[in-house]
């Protein structure tokens, strides 16, 4: 890649196709289908394709049961256009190239030259002291990408690095340090600043992709961070206060006059104050603990040992994205190895949910309302913490006073199935397993918000 | 109407149910637990007390009884009556020679009479699956018919066609029909070769007997109080304080001299607890072994519509100590590999059902005594919690 930036190149490239070829390149179509070869080159070069078809799963026996030609004739000319496409090399225009100096000691690379749409989203500014070429020492702002980044860029052929020297290079001109190739990057920066091979190849899944990717927990005090989701907690209404009341009341007047038997948990003997129907019935029993609220009761491990850590937040491609100020993001990934690290323990996850804010109940599709980033649910009427049934005896008194209908979220209800499924916080984890990538979303389920009965 | 076409309803039930089958299905398996509640006549002074909140409502017990049996670790019952009682009302149980629903006779007698009218669900499977087998039959004939003319038109003009694997010439699931009366391949054992004289037929009977497990009997007899259970050598009705304690030893292992003591990682406890949450939700909670986890959960019941959920079951011990010491490995009890995670989620997505994980934490012996474990008052020390499990998938997700 270095030989060829600085050796003539006979075919004239226009700017256009290869920002073209790029593009295209980035928008792979289907996660699950094979690349188009063919978008890399640019239009003059391109052998003609025919267009893909289904796949075949076996050799297909022909005419006189021998081999089929119609088959095999396809198949080497699929394989004969990618082979012509990888023979291609892949050059980069010199106007799209920024340039950057790594300083090991830093683990930061220094942008020089700034080139290109990547450093809306990539790189953050850090005041260093810079020696000026007056000798004087100044507090100057630079730009500074993580090792991540600078490896994304650089095996894109974005970016060319040099590597921070001792050397004199007042002579050469343009020249900032010793140049290094994308093997190089590779060695020198993973490994620095918790930057491993698995966390940089999710990095670079998703970023290719399109989204946005940041770190959580800022390396130094100058990179950013995302404002936190603000859980709308909206205090409990005047309805709700008294129903509670009552309720507690109840319970404890059934406390005094008939003590919970572990025997006979049911009073169905006696219809008069007790069960009348399933409604109630399936109440009474609700009895074991429930909840991610309860406590664990573990003694606390060391939690940073724990490799279930927040590593970064993802953004989509359609949100709106400030460097300096971003805003709270649509998903937060743990990467961890799959070979190493077994499942997470009820403690790690636990862990992880008390961090997390609550997710707003998922609507029916019905379109968006103009002020789409107030979509907060109400919240939804607590499941009792207390174990034992309470029906408040007001309650059944007047029960016009205490409905008890499912959350109603501007007019349309709310499909529980959709609420269960969706669950109440999540987290996503990035499990590599020797190169292939798998995510898992992680919910804290609340079942007992949605009774069926 | 072939049994494969998908009906237009959403629905997707076996046999093409219309309204009719579907207002059957309410009336019989309209009642979610065996108990029923008995309305008063509504009298002024009924109406009044209904005001306050106060009824004379009436609760009717069917009172089924069942024999222990600890080799199996579950209750036989027997009488058919209660059998189908439990089964329509709540979907307890399991026949053990059929399906689910305890089906056997009625199997023979279409056999026999070879009439068919009211078709098992066992039935309506073996036929469902006859069909689906002829139409890929066919579908794999037509596609070898168009994908020989692309060769043949290869060979003499050398024009590339790709020979479609979907079109007008191929059969789809939705337009294929059977050309013959599709007829089940029933499995012919030495017995039924020679074709039985119908004067030589013994009167049918009954084999077969229902199944509860351990969870759905102590469900029934402790807090519905409809399952008296006998005990197998005496047969005599067992008390709840004796069948709690021989629900839990039916799981330690057998000892010869001293009996055991009594542990907080009771299989028996930890599903125990699993069952009665989910079914005091509402419910409806069948075994789960065909899709390699714990337990279904069904909204209403599963002749209603398919399984929502499937959970697995995960003991977490508050004390690690506690785990060394266990006489058997609990079942996940540690956690598992990524590999095994992934194959039960691809699994349950495959089928449309939501993977649930379920943290069951046991009680260390240091902070609470065993001696609770001798009434059901344990449970307050154990705590039930779920963790949704699903796939993410980064390109999909991009809007």
């Known amino acids: ?453 | 109407m072939s049994l494969i076409t998908p009906s237009s309803k959403a629905k997707r039930s076996f046999g093409g149910k219309g309204g009719g089958r579907r207002f059957e299905n309410n009336k019989i398996y309209g009642n979610p637990l065996p108990l029923l509640f008995v309305d008063p006549p509504s009298t002024r002074l009924n109406s009044v007390l209904g005001l306050l909140g106060l009824s004379l409502t009436r609760v009717e017990n069917p009172h089924c009884e069942g024999i222990f049996d600890p080799i199996t670790r579950s209750v036989w019952i027997t009488n058919m009556d209660h059998c189908m009682t439990l089964w329509r009302r709540g979907f307890f149980g399991k026949g053990d020679l059929s399906r689910s629903e305890p089906s056997w006779l009625a199997r023979q007698m279409n056999l026999r009479k070879s009439a068919g009218k009211q078709l098992t669900s066992e039935e309506v499977t073996a036929r469902r699956r006859a069909e689906r087998k002829q139409f890929k039959l066919d579908r794999a004939a037509a596609i070898a018919a168009v994908a020989e003319e692309a060769e043949q038109i290869f060979e003499k003009e050398g024009k590339v066609t790709v020979p479609a694997l979907s079109g007008p010439a191929i059969p789809s699931a939705a337009t294929w029909k059977p050309s013959q009366p599709i007829r089940p391949e029933t499995p012919i054992t030495p017995a039924e070769v020679d074709i039985p004289d119908p004067l030589d037929e013994e009167p049918l009977e009954n084999v077969e007997h229902m199944q509860l497990t351990l969870q759905e009997a102590f469900f029934l007899l402790w807090n519905l109080d409809c399952l008296t259970v006998l005990h197998p050598d005496t047969l005599e009705p067992m008390s709840l304080k004796d069948l709690w304690i021989a629900f839990q030893r039916a799981h330690l292992p057998i000892e010869i001299e001293a009996p055991q003591p009594l542990r907080f990682d009771n299989p028996f406890l930890i599903n125990y607890a699993v069952y009665h949450h989910y079914r005091s939700l509402g419910w409806v909670v069948k075994g789960g072994i065909k899709f390699c986890v714990d337990y279904l959960l069904y909204k209403r019941g599963p002749v209603f519509s398919h399984a929502e959920f499937a959970m697995v079951v995960l003991p977490v011990y508050e004390d690690p100590g506690d785990q060394e010491d266990a006489p058997s490995n609990l079942q996940n009890a540690t956690p598992f590999a990524w590999s095994w995670l992934s194959t039960i989620n691809r699994v349950n997505s495959q089928v449309q059902k939501t993977l649930v994980l379920v943290y069951v934490t046991i009680p260390s012996r240091k902070r609470v005594s065993a001696t609770v474990l001798e009434s059901p008052a344990c449970f307050t020390q154990y705590s039930v919690r779920e963790v949704i499990l699903r796939r993410f998938i980064p390109a999909r997700m991009r809007d």
């Open chain 1, 1 to 453: 890649m270095d030989e060829s930036l600085e050796l003539p190149n006979v075919h004239l490239q226009k700017p256009a196709d290869i920002v073209a070829a790029e593009d295209d390149e980035q928008a792979s179509d289907d996660e699950d289908g094979g690349l188009d070869w063919t978008k890399l080159l640019p239009a003059a070069l391109r052998p003609v394709i025919p267009k893909r078809g289904e796949k075949e799963y076996e050799p297909r026996t022909g005419t006189a049961g021998g081999e089929s030609g119609l088959q095999v004739h396809v198949l080497e000319r699929s394989r004969a256009a990618m082979f012509e496409t990888l023979k291609a090399t892949r050059t980069t225009s010199s106007k799209a190239i920024s340039y950057g100096i790594w300083h090991p000691h830093l683990a930061r690379a220094e942008v020089t030259v700034m080139k290109g749409i990547h450093f809306s989203s990539m790189g953050h500014s850090a005041p260093r002291q810079v020696l000026d070429s007056d000798g004087t020492e100044k507090l100057q702002k630079r730009l500074e990408l993580l090792p991540e980044e600078a490896i994304y860029l650089i095996e894109r052929g974005s970016m060319f690095c040099w590597k921070e020297s001792n050397l004199d290079l007042q002579q050469l001109e343009g020249v900032d340090g010793v140049p290094m190739t994308v093997q190089q990057a590779y060695s020198e920066m993973i490994g620095t600043e918790d930057l491993t091979l698995e966390k940089f190849q999710v990095f670079a899944y998703l970023k290719r992709l399109g989204y946005v990717v940041t770190r959580t927990r800022p390396p130094n005090e100058h990179y950013p961070t995302a404002t936190p989701l603000s859980v709308a907690v909206s205090s409990p209404s005047v309805l709700d206060r008294v129903r509670r009341l009552f309720g507690g009341l109840a319970s404890g007047l059934r406390r005094v006059f008939a003590r919970f038997d572990w025997w006979h948990p049911l009073n169905t003997s006696t219809c008069f104050l007790g069960i009348r129907n399933y409604g109630s019935l399936f109440r009474s029993l609700r009895f074991i603990p429930t909840g991610h609220s309860v406590p664990l009761n573990r003694e606390e491990t060391n939690q940073k040992d724990s490799p279930y850590q927040i590593f970064y937040n993802l953004y989509k491609p359609s949100t709106p994205f400030k460097k300096s100020t971003p805003p709270a993001p649509d998903f937060q990934i743990v990467v961890i190895n799959a070979r190493t690290t077994p499942m997470p323990t009820l403690q790690e996850l636990t862990n992880l949910f008390d961090i997390l804010p609550e997710q707003p109940l998922p609507l029916p599709r019905q379109k968006r309302l103009a002020n789409g980033s107030q979509v907060e649910a109400k919240p939804v009427p607590s499941a009792p913490a207390a174990p034992l049934p309470s029906t408040g005896f007001c309650q059944r008194l007047f029960p016009w006073a205490f409905p008890t209908t499912a959350p109603v979220t501007q007019g349309r209800r709310v499909n529980p199935f959709m609420a269960l499924k969706n669950g109440k916080k999540m987290i996503v984890i990035a499990v590599v397993d020797a190169g292939n990538i798998g995510f898992f979303k992680f919910s804290e389920g609340a079942f007992s918000e949605w009774p069926m009965a």
